[in-house]
């Protein structure tokens, strides 16, 4: 089992409904636990079959861009900054784990 992923679907999601909480922002809610979801789904495909990881690929990738957009546009690393740079590390991992397999291939 991948717990770090988890911990970053779990992560997602508690940023949607904490940002829900302190601003009643409904989108931070809905997005939180539509791509928290979509992170954890991700985490749990690959962790079947390790080279089904384009859900996780595509999830922690929209969300390096979206928030690192809205990190560059306020320069506030709340909540954006901090998304930005958890979503960059879960993409690291996973490109990393992408070519730990293809050496393990050849």
Request: overall charge positive; glycine content about 14%; hydrophobic content about 55%.
């Amino acid at each position: 089992m991948d717990w770090i992923g988890f911990g970053y679907a779990l992560f997602v999601s508690a940023g949607g409904v904490i940002g829900y909480a302190k601003a009643g922002s409904v989108t931070s809610l809905v997005a939180g636990i539509v791509f928290g979801m979509a992170a954890a789904v991700g985490v749990y495909l690959t962790s079947q079959n390790p080279r089904n990881v384009w859900l996780s690929l595509g999830t922690a990738g929209t969300l390096a861009v979206v928030m690192g957009l809205r990190f560059v546009n306020s320069w506030k690393f709340m909540p954006a900054g901090l998304m930005t740079l958890a979503s960059v590390l879960m993409l690291t991992k996973i490109i990393f784990g992408m070519l730990k397999s293809r050496q393990h291939k050849s």
